[in-house]
T-cell receptor, first 117, second 112 residues
């Protein structure tokens, strides 16, 4: 597609359940990012992929959060044993990566709104 | 650690009026600087960015921003706002580690 796509657009789950959020980056973009947007914390960086490896996962809030990327394309963010404080909009972005040079621009998807009951 | 401050939580302007949204950053060197806009239910769209050179940067939708090193600021401006500019605006910095650090955002409301 032309832009970054994310699925599902909305997800409602019960506390304690696991959820998977998917991100399809722009074709040809080697870098992929996950952010979280919540009322209390604003926009927070979670993890960054270059290719299939994650050189920076410093923003993952706990070991319940994990992410993987396969084939240098699609990424999945998994939240295990969800808690109510996990409720937020999860945004994915992609960029050219190493070939993007200085100020490599990140292009954002529409997000997945996660609600934990 | 770097930080970004957007001191105005909510701004209301009349359509056709000029606009300035403030952004200050805290970082030891000059970071890469960005402004993004987010319309209701939408993702973030890049308005403009600064990484070197001319301190006045032109962006999309008639926006511009000026980098002032002495004030650690990167304020966003538009000479005449349109009703479609009603949205949330986020300033962000990249200190070279690729992860963006965002300000808390400014809600812009445009009155007819």
């Amino acid at each position: 597609g032309a832009g970054v796509s994310q699925s599902p657009s909305n997800k409602v789950t019960e506390k304690g359940k696991d959820v998977e959020l998917r991100c399809d980056p722009i074709s040809g973009h080697t870098a992929l990012y996950w952010y979280r947007q919540s009322l209390g914390q604003g926009l927070e960086f979670l993890i960054y992929f270059q290719g299939n490896s994650a050189p920076d996962k410093s923003g993952l809030p706990s070991d319940r959060f994990s992410a993987e990327r396969t084939g240098g394309s699609v990424s999945t963010l998994t939240i295990q044993r969800t808690q109510q404080e996990d409720s937020a909009v999860y945004l994915c972005a992609s960029s050219l990566g190493a070939s993007g040079g200085a100020a490599d621009t990140q292009y954002f998807g529409p997000g997945t709104r996660l609600t934990v009951l | 650690a770097q930080s970004v401050t957007q001191p105005d939580i909510h701004i209301t302007v009349s359509e056709g009026a000029s606009l300035e949204l403030r952004c200050n950053y805290s970082y030891g060197a000059t970071p890469y600087l960005f402004w993004y806009v987010q319309s209701p239910g939408q993702g973030l769209q890049l308005l403009l960015k600064y990484f070197s050179g001319d301190t006045l940067v032109q962006g999309i939708k008639g926006f511009e921003a000026e980098f002032k090193r002495s004030q650690s600021s990167f304020n966003l401006r538009k000479p005449s706002v349109h009703w479609s500019d009603d949205a949330d605006y986020f300033c962000a910095v990249d200190t070279g580690r690729r992860a963006l650090t965002f300000g808390s955002g400014t809600r812009l409301q445009v009155q007819p």
